[in-house]
Each structure stands twice: as C-alpha cells, then as structure tokens.
C-alpha cells in the first residue's frame, strides 16, 4: 500500500512490484557487506562447480598412477588437472575435489533441509496446539536431544551399510530438534498475538492460521538457522568420513581426502591441506553468510546497510 504526500489515498500494489522491491533492497544491503558478498559468491561458486563439472571429470578423478603418486602441487608439467597435486595412488587432487564438493554439499544440503522441512512442521504444531501434543512432541526432542548427535551417527553407521542415503537420513534425525524448538519458540509467542486472534474472529481454522499466519513469519527463521546448520552438518559430514564411518570409495567426500591424506602429512602436505582448507573456508562462508541473513532480516539492523552509504555521500 502507498500513500500520497496529502495522505488522501491509499494504493495497493502489485505483489510482483512488492517482491521485486524486497529483491533490489535485499541485493543492495547484499553489495553493501563484503563479507556476506564473498561468502555468498563462494558458495555459489561451489553450487556450480557440484552441479557441472562431476559428471565430467569423475573418470579422470578417480583414475590411479602410481608413477605420479604423491605428485607437489602447482606444477604443470603434467598438466592442468595435477595443479594441486596427487594423492598417495596418483589421482589428481584438483578433480578429486571438485567430484567430492557435489559429495559433500549434496549431502549438507539434503540433510539441512530434511530435518528443517520436518522440524519446522512439528515444531508448529507443537508451539500452537500446545497441551498434551506439545508435551509428548518436546520429550521426544529432548530424549533426542540428550544423545550426542555425533555418537548416535556412529553407532547407526556401524550397523548399517555406510552411503549417501543412509549418512543423509542420519545427520537429518539428529539435527531436527534444533529446528524444532526455535519453531515452538516463535509459534507459542505468535498465537497470541492479535492478528492470530482476528483470523478466529474471522472464522479461520487452525490449519489455516498455522498455514497462513504462523509459517510466513516463522519460516525466516528457520531459514537463518538452516544456513548455519549447513556449516554444522558439512563438518559431521566430514568427521564420520575422516572417522571412517561415514563414505566409503567410490563415494568421495572432503572428510575422505583428509583421512586419505593422514598417513602422509609430515611428506605431503596437500593431500590433506587442501580439502581441510575447503572445508574451513565452506564453513566459514556459511555461517557468515548466516549472520548476515540474522541482521538483515532483523529492522533494528537492517538500516545500518542504507545508512553507510548516504553516511559517505554526505561526508564528501
């Protein structure tokens, strides 16, 4: 809605013309913090290179030489695929990095979005209805809650054949009670708001109201904390991996190529260094980039990123 300068009338506008001013302030404040910047065009770079590349280097990857094993990196002498080096069998680490990041973030983010998509339902429901519902739903999360997620993701592991699929539905179950107690949160303190309230009067339904009212606003927050959970399952990801429990070859994640690389650390450093840089530098970028999506979204310091640069302006 807009009103004139008399304030005689108000105008509705579109929702296309709402969405594409929330998407050019949202990219502006984005231009006006380096750091979610960088770390926003890291992660994309890292989403391309998952999504494109694999299905045409995962041959060359994973073919052995021992003639080049434990090559130095940045040499081209036998070529570009060997700029990073090779591992103890003489696979290039460059392509074995780039066949692990569609590994490891298709795990990151299915894992992520599983437990948020389920966490997120029942954490609704259980802040709204309350009652007998919230107390068995929240003693579940707490029995969950009490395990080391870490631990439980061994024990599962070791009885089940490790995969994708099965490394995915166990980093998801141990990662829901997070999303589901920052949902209940925000859905007990929403219920009783006035605007909860005036759909009954209207006579919405309770399905609704949760559909309608509670989960717009409470799905920006479950979003902030997926982004930095992502961080969070990338690293369990890796440490069952490292572990030994986690994948297993063919399957190549980041966690691999680090223990892959342990027997030869103190001789040949870039089997190891590199995917661990990978990893911290991912991490990284998400939980800054999560930080920054928190005060972004948060009105009390969102304006900090329109203000700076009129602040310039008018200094010159």
């Known amino acids: 809605m807009a009103i004139d300068s008399k304030g005689a009338r108000a105008v509705l506008l579109p929702d296309a013309t709402v969405s594409r001013t ?9 231009l006006h913090s380096p750091s979610a910047l960088i770390s926003s065009g890291w ?4 989403v391309l290179v998952a999504v494109i590349l694999p299905p045409l280097v995962e041959t060359a990857a994973n073919r052995q030489d021992l003639s080049l094993r434990l090559l130095p ?10 700029i990073l080096g090779a ?18 973030l298709l795990v990151a983010a299915s894992a992520v979005a599983i437990a948020a ?17 919230d107390e068995v739903l929240m003693r579940i999360a707490d029995i969950m809650h009490t395990i080391p997620s870490l631990l439980l993701a061994l024990a599962v592991l070791y009885v089940l054949q490790p995969s994708i699929a099965n490394l995915i539905i166990v980093l998801a179950i141990t990662r829901i009670p997070v999303y589901l107690r920052v949902a209940r949160a925000q ?8 605007f909860v309230e005036s759909s009954r009067a209207v006579g919405a339904g ?16 479950i979003r902030t904390v997926a982004m930095l959970e992502v961080a969070s ?15 297993q070859r063919p399957d190549v994640d980041w966690g691999m190529m680090v223990a892959d690389g342990r027997p030869y650390l103190a001789t040949a450093w870039w089997v190891t260094v590199f995917p661990g840089l990978v990893i911290v530098l991912t991490a990284l970028a998400a939980n800054l980039l999560s930080n920054w999506l928190r005060a972004a979204e948060d009105p009390s310091q969102a304006a900090r990123f329109i203000r700076r640069p009129r602040m310039r302006k008018a200094a010159r």
Do not use: C, K
């Open 22 to 30: 929330g998407a050019r302030l949202t990219l502006h404040r984005l």
């Open 43 to 46: 992660l994309t770079l890292l």
């Open 73 to 82: 990196p940045f040499s081209l002498d036998n070529g570009p695929m060997f």
């Open 87 to 104: 591992d103890g069998l003489g696979r290039p680490e460059l392509l074995q990095l780039i066949v692990g990041t569609r590994t490891s």
């Open 117 to 133: 998509v389920i966490g997120f339902a029942i954490g609704l429901i259980s802040g709204y209805f309350g009652g007998w519902v």
């Open 187 to 194: 859905a007990l303190e929403l219920r009783e708001r006035v």
């Open 206 to 221: 309770d399905w609704r109201i949760l559909r309608t009212d509670l989960a717009p606003m409470v799905l920006p927050t």
């Open 233 to 247: 399952v990338l690293l369990a990801a890796a440490g069952l991996s490292f572990l030994g429990i986690g994948l």
